[in-house]
């Protein structure tokens, strides 16, 4: 029979983290307070285990009474994106964080307290406040008596699309990943979160682990594997012509370049400002390597992803689909996603990616799981 694991799984979204883990682990609860997120989580996985309420409003008594193997906490990341205002983890809404850290030291008093803890969120969070947020939250699961670490983990690995993350790993006493000494190579520990160390309380730090290196996944689909050749919404040649009259003079010649050799080659790409000789110049700015760029919320038109196609010595555009979005997430295309264009990209961007999730549980949380088991026996 099959080892099943259980899980809470907080700041929920679409169930992302859910899909990850896959039918291994038994959900015990998911929450989210976004009305069309939890919508959608409804409708990929039902009602029972979900609770829509701001995470503020929740204590103990709303949480499930048997211990769960892990507790996976997507907090939000707008305030220590490098893309935001880096109002810091304290600000409005990255600081729901505190929320999650009551809920976990109530289970702790309670003795339920989770044997994993995860926490994802953006790569920025190493160096916000000079990398203070990143001490706040190690000390908070050291001061639990959590085993913690971090590793820096990239969806390109698994989907066409470059998005780093930061996880902040704790594992409990019993809980005992595969350590391994100081990293040397930055691919293994990248220079910003060995500079965040040093903001860590020796109580901290000495509570601290490398994780052993782990055998890396091989993406093996690229950007114009996932995209809709033939959909019907691409952009008038006039409105093409007009975005690549946008593009710098060496992208435009890119461009020309694969239209000669009659490759057939996909991109994305966004439209930014940029400061050019003193003035301020908006560009269409593409890439060609096989990825997409990060996706994100639709918080306006210029953030919305463009998909550029070239096929036969013709380009085309168009914005790219709630569907392709979801496919760059590892979504399965059964994944019903909401109807609106906005809720589903926005469900998207907010997301972790589900194949990344799913390595994390298959090379780190289920072998230090049945390390645990074992122990306990």
């Known amino acids: 029979?099959?080892?099943?694991?259980?899980?809470?799984?907080?700041?929920?979204?679409?169930g992302m983290a859910r899909l990850g883990l896959g039918d291994s682990w038994r959900c015990l609860l998911a929450n989210d307070f976004d009305p069309q997120k939890c919508a959608a989580y409804r409708a990929n996985f039902g009602d029972n285990d979900l609770i829509e309420a701001d995470i503020a409003a929740l204590n103990l008594n709303d949480l499930p009474g048997e211990r769960a193997d892990l507790i996976w906490g997507s907090f939000p990341c707008q305030d220590l994106s490098l893309a935001g205002a880096r109002g810091g983890i304290h600000a409005k809404r990255s600081g729901a964080f505190f929320g999650f850290r009551r809920l976990v030291e109530q289970l702790h008093t309670a003795g339920r307290a989770p044997h994993i803890v995860a926490l994802e969120n953006v790569a920025g969070l190493m160096t916000s406040n000079g990398g203070r947020d990143f001490a706040v939250v190690v000390e908070c699961l050291a001061a639990l008596d959590y085993r913690v670490t971090a590793i820096?983990?990239?969806?390109?690995?698994?989907?066409?699309?470059?998005?780093?993350?930061?996880?902040?790993?704790?594992?409990?006493?019993?809980?005992?990943?595969?350590?391994?000494?100081?990293?040397?190579?930055?691919?293994?520990?990248?220079?910003?979160?060995?500079?965040?160390?040093d903001h860590l309380p020796p109580e901290a730090r000495a509570q601290w682990l490398w994780l052993a290196p782990q055998p890396g996944p091989r993406r093996n689909i690229r950007l114009g594997d996932i995209i809709d050749w033939n959909a019907a919404d691409w952009h008038p040649p006039e409105q093409t012509k007009a975005l690549v009259d946008m593009m710098s003079a060496s992208q435009r010649a890119r461009i020309e370049a694969i239209m000669r050799n009659g490759a057939r080659r996909a991109g994305a790409g966004f439209r930014r400002t940029r400061a050019e000789n003193g003035n301020s110049v908006q560009r269409f700015e593409a890439r060609f390597d096989g990825l997409a760029g990060c996706l994100r919320t639709p918080a306006g038109g210029s953030s919305r992803q463009i998909v550029i196609a070239i096929e036969g010595g013709k380009v085309r555009t168009r914005l790219m689909?709630?569907?392709?979005?979801?496919?760059?997430?590892?979504?399965?295309?059964?994944?019903?996603?909401?109807?609106?264009?906005?809720?589903?990209?926005?469900?998207?961007?907010?997301?972790?990616?589900?194949p990344l999730v799913q390595w994390l549980g298959e090379n780190i949380f289920e072998p230090a799981l049945l390390i645990r088991a074992i122990k306990a026996a």
Do not use: H
Request: aromatic content about 8%.
């Open 1 to 14: 029979m099959m080892q099943q694991f259980s899980f809470l799984e907080f700041f929920a979204g679409g």
């Open 152 to 197: 820096v983990l990239d969806a390109r690995a698994f989907t066409p699309q470059s998005r780093p993350r930061l996880f902040i790993l704790g594992f409990g006493p019993a809980a005992a990943p595969a350590t391994a000494k100081t990293p040397t190579s930055e691919k293994l520990a990248p220079p910003a979160l060995i500079s965040a160390l």
């Open 321 to 354: 689909s709630p569907r392709e979005a979801a496919r760059l997430m590892g979504l399965r295309e059964d994944y019903i996603l909401p109807e609106s264009t906005t809720a589903a990209l926005k469900l998207c961007g907010d997301g972790v990616c589900a």
